[in-house]
Nanobody, 128 residues
């Protein structure tokens, strides 16, 4: 059974950092593209970042230069390191996959409607 579990969320002050992790069970995460998405209250879910099987990475313009996505193959995990956090980054963050090897959507990583497997999310709150 394919399962994704997010961890690492919490409360952080503006300008602070957090690292989110997405750990998989039931499949080898390394073989597929994994996306991070977020949903703020009252807003539509949006793509944040995506990493392909070959470690090509994509970022939303709003997080480019502040967030870094990476794989830890030994732990079957994809991490999202977030720096210089802003109040507008406050959201529930989800990892997801459609079990493809590449990031789907235009731009790549934006296709949340096509994702088949989702974690339950982890809340990130950026506030002073």
């Amino acid at each position: 059974q394919v399962q994704l579990v997010e961890s690492g969320g919490g409360l952080v002050q503006p300008g602070g950092s957090l690292r989110l992790s997405c750990t998989a069970s039931g499949f080898t995460l390394n073989n597929y593209a994994i996306g991070w998405f977020r949903q703020a209250p009252g807003k539509e879910r949006e793509g944040v970042s995506c990493i392909t099987m070959n470690r090509n990475t994509y970022y939303a313009d709003s997080v480019l230069g502040r967030f870094t996505i990476s794989r830890d193959d030994a732990k079957n995990t994809v991490n999202l390191q977030m720096f210089s956090l802003k109040p507008e980054d406050t959201a529930v963050y989800y990892c997801a996959t459609d079990l493809k090897t590449f990031c789907t959507g235009t731009p790549p990583g934006s296709n949340y409607a096509g994702m088949n497997f989702w974690g339950k999310g982890t809340l990130v709150t950026v506030s002073s």
